[in-house]
């Protein structure tokens, strides 16, 4: 099926998202579906009871205003949501993606996610940016929470906008769920023809050096054009160099169960690996 669900909002680098879906579903050629979810966030704190401070008929009066006001308010989000929506599909066909839909829904962004996780192969997501000083914050909750909850390999743009990569960096650490992200990756389509780096941030031991080797080999033996690179110190400071001089490239991870780069991915230091990194990450499952 190859189906990308690309998640977009008006919040952070929509285009960039837009522009990596539509480079996924062609090198794929699977379908496109772009989501836009309206989640409800109340600006006025519920109404309590004021009828013995301001009377019965100023508090209906009051309740009618404010209904009144969120229903208009419900409808210019929906009419945004839909210009967004066709926003997204003229700009992914006009970059050479064919299967395109898009879907507006009212709820929970990440109830909605896992709601769809099964017909969906790929989500594509991006990040939110501070307005005043468009710099990077920290990885946004529901971006986490994605990651954490759905069992689709994920990618996520961490820049304003979109650079097709040239190369694939893969974040190993020699764990079973490491090895196993490397066999997929060596014949996924995603990435078929370019060149990989297998990188590995552990202190320079024999151990070490085995392992990066027989990963090389793993790629090399599918066809793959691989090459290594062993770097001591934590995943978190070494990889984000390391990627930058490989840019533009694409950072890859598996799900690795408890190793180094699990906590990498799921704990406080996925921040500062979005935050420093300038080329997208794709965890691959």
């Avoid at 196993?180 to 023809?193: D, E, F, I, Q, S």
């Avoid at 793959?224 to 990889?239: N, S």
Wanted: charged share 20%; hydrophobic share 45%.
């Amino acid at each position: 099926m190859n189906k990308i669900l690309a998640c977009i909002d008006t919040r952070g680098n929509t285009d960039a998202v837009i522009d990596w879906a539509a480079w996924a579903a062609v090198r794929l050629d699977g379908p496109l579906e772009f989501l836009h979810v309206l989640e409800r966030h109340p600006e006025v704190a519920a109404v309590t009871d004021f009828s013995g401070a301001i009377g019965v008929d100023a508090q209906e009066s009051l309740l009618k205003e404010l209904s009144d006001q969120d229903e208009q308010q419900s409808v210019a989000m929906r009419n945004a949501g839909r210009g967004l929506l066709s926003h997204a599909r003229n700009r992914a066909a006009a970059a050479g993606a064919r299967r395109l839909d898009a879907r507006l829904r009212h709820g929970d962004f990440i109830d909605t996610a896992i709601e769809l996780q099964g017909e969906v192969d790929l989500f594509v997501l991006g990040e939110h940016y501070h307005a005043a000083a468009q710099a990077r914050t920290r990885a946004e909750h529901h971006l986490e929470r994605v990651i954490r909850s759905v069992s689709s390999s994920v990618l996520v743009a961490t820049a304003e906008a979109f650079e097709a990569p040239q190369r694939v960096v893969v974040a190993f650490d020699g764990s079973p769920g490491a090895r196993k992200a490397l066999a997929r990756l060596a014949t996924h389509p995603l990435v078929a023809g370019l060149p990989v780096l297998v990188a590995m941030a552990a202190p320079d031991t024999p151990a070490a050096r085995q392992q990066i080797k027989e990963a090389r080999t793993v790629l090399q033996s599918a066809g793959a054009h691989a090459e290594a690179e062993l770097a001591a110190g934590e995943p978190h400071h070494v990889l984000p160099e390391l990627v930058k001089r490989q840019a533009p490239a694409l950072l890859v991870m598996g799900a690795f169960g408890h190793s180094r780069l699990r906590q990498l991915l799921f704990g406080s230091t996925t921040a500062s690996l979005l935050r420093l990194s300038d080329v997208p990450v794709l965890i691959l499952r």
